[in-house]
């Protein structure tokens, strides 16, 4: 299992977000996290890469955890979120080779794969850009390509899909499958749930900070009682829950 959380419960200060929240991601898995405004998603999604400290429970990548080797640790993780987060000062070439030195990465072997990536997004002619030239879409690829030309074991996409044209969504896919394939495990939040539907092989859905269900569509279905269902009507069915509450 390359990510296994164990009754974390955490948030910001004396905030308590997450409550006993459980599941897992395995090697060669793509899991959804979906749930509404509010849930948890990014407050998890924050625990993880180790932004927020667990107030309880525990996180383990490969069965390390971050006060174990905190280098080691982030070495196995990807991150895009759904803000990108470039450098100003750094152009595009600079923040590919800030990756490279970040993960200790092999040189040209690296920048072969950045190449095609760059390619694949429309922006290998524009390496001697910076942030401030980048569209919105334009840096959200940007985090794309410095992801992915890592060795991550664990992969995080939060809200991906926000500002890329459907070109770059297909393409974003593609290189989760190519991912997933290779054996990394990766954990995507949206809002786009056909996205997720097409993707994910199975979902976590958050509701105040605990696990609501988890399992494979069909298995939502059966928890849902929601036999004819996609995730969207689920989706709706968790929102009419949260109305209810």
């Not at 419960?9 to 991601?25: A, H, M, Q, R």
């Not at 979906?34 to 993880?48: D, M, V, W």
């Not at 997004?121 to 334009?138: A, E, H, I, Q, T």
């Amino acid at each position: 299992m390359i990510l296994k959380i164990e009754h974390l419960s955490g948030g910001y200060g004396p905030i308590s977000v997450l409550k006993d929240e459980s599941f897992t991601v395995a090697a060669g898995e793509v899991v959804g996290l979906i749930g509404l405004n509010g849930a948890g998603k990014s407050t998890t999604i924050k625990h993880i890469i180790g932004l927020l400290q667990p107030t309880s429970g525990s996180i383990t990548l490969n069965n390390l955890r971050l006060s174990d080797d905190s280098t080691a640790y982030h070495q196995q993780i990807a991150y895009v979120p759904e803000t990108p987060i470039l450098y100003p000062e750094l152009n595009l070439q600079e923040h590919i080779e800030l990756t490279i030195m970040a993960y200790n990465l092999p040189q040209e072997a690296t920048w072969q794969q950045a190449q095609k990536l760059l390619r694949i997004f429309r922006l290998d002619n524009k390496l001697k850009w910076f942030p401030v030239n980048f569209s919105k879409g334009m840096k959200q690829k940007v985090m794309i390509v410095c992801a992915f030309i890592t060795q991550a074991k664990l992969y995080i996409i939060d809200e991906p899909f926000t500002g890329l044209d459907p070109l770059a969504v297909r393409d974003l896919l593609k290189l989760v499958n190519e991912k997933k394939s290779a054996g990394a495990a990766v954990l995507m939040s949206t809002h786009i749930l056909a996205n997720a539907q097409q993707s994910a092989d199975r979902f976590v859905v958050l509701n105040h900070g605990q696990v609501r269900a988890t399992g494979t569509l069909a298995e939502l279905k059966k928890q849902f009682q929601m036999d004819d269902a996609n995730l969207d009507d689920l989706y709706v069915q968790m929102s009419e829950e949260e109305f209810v509450e």
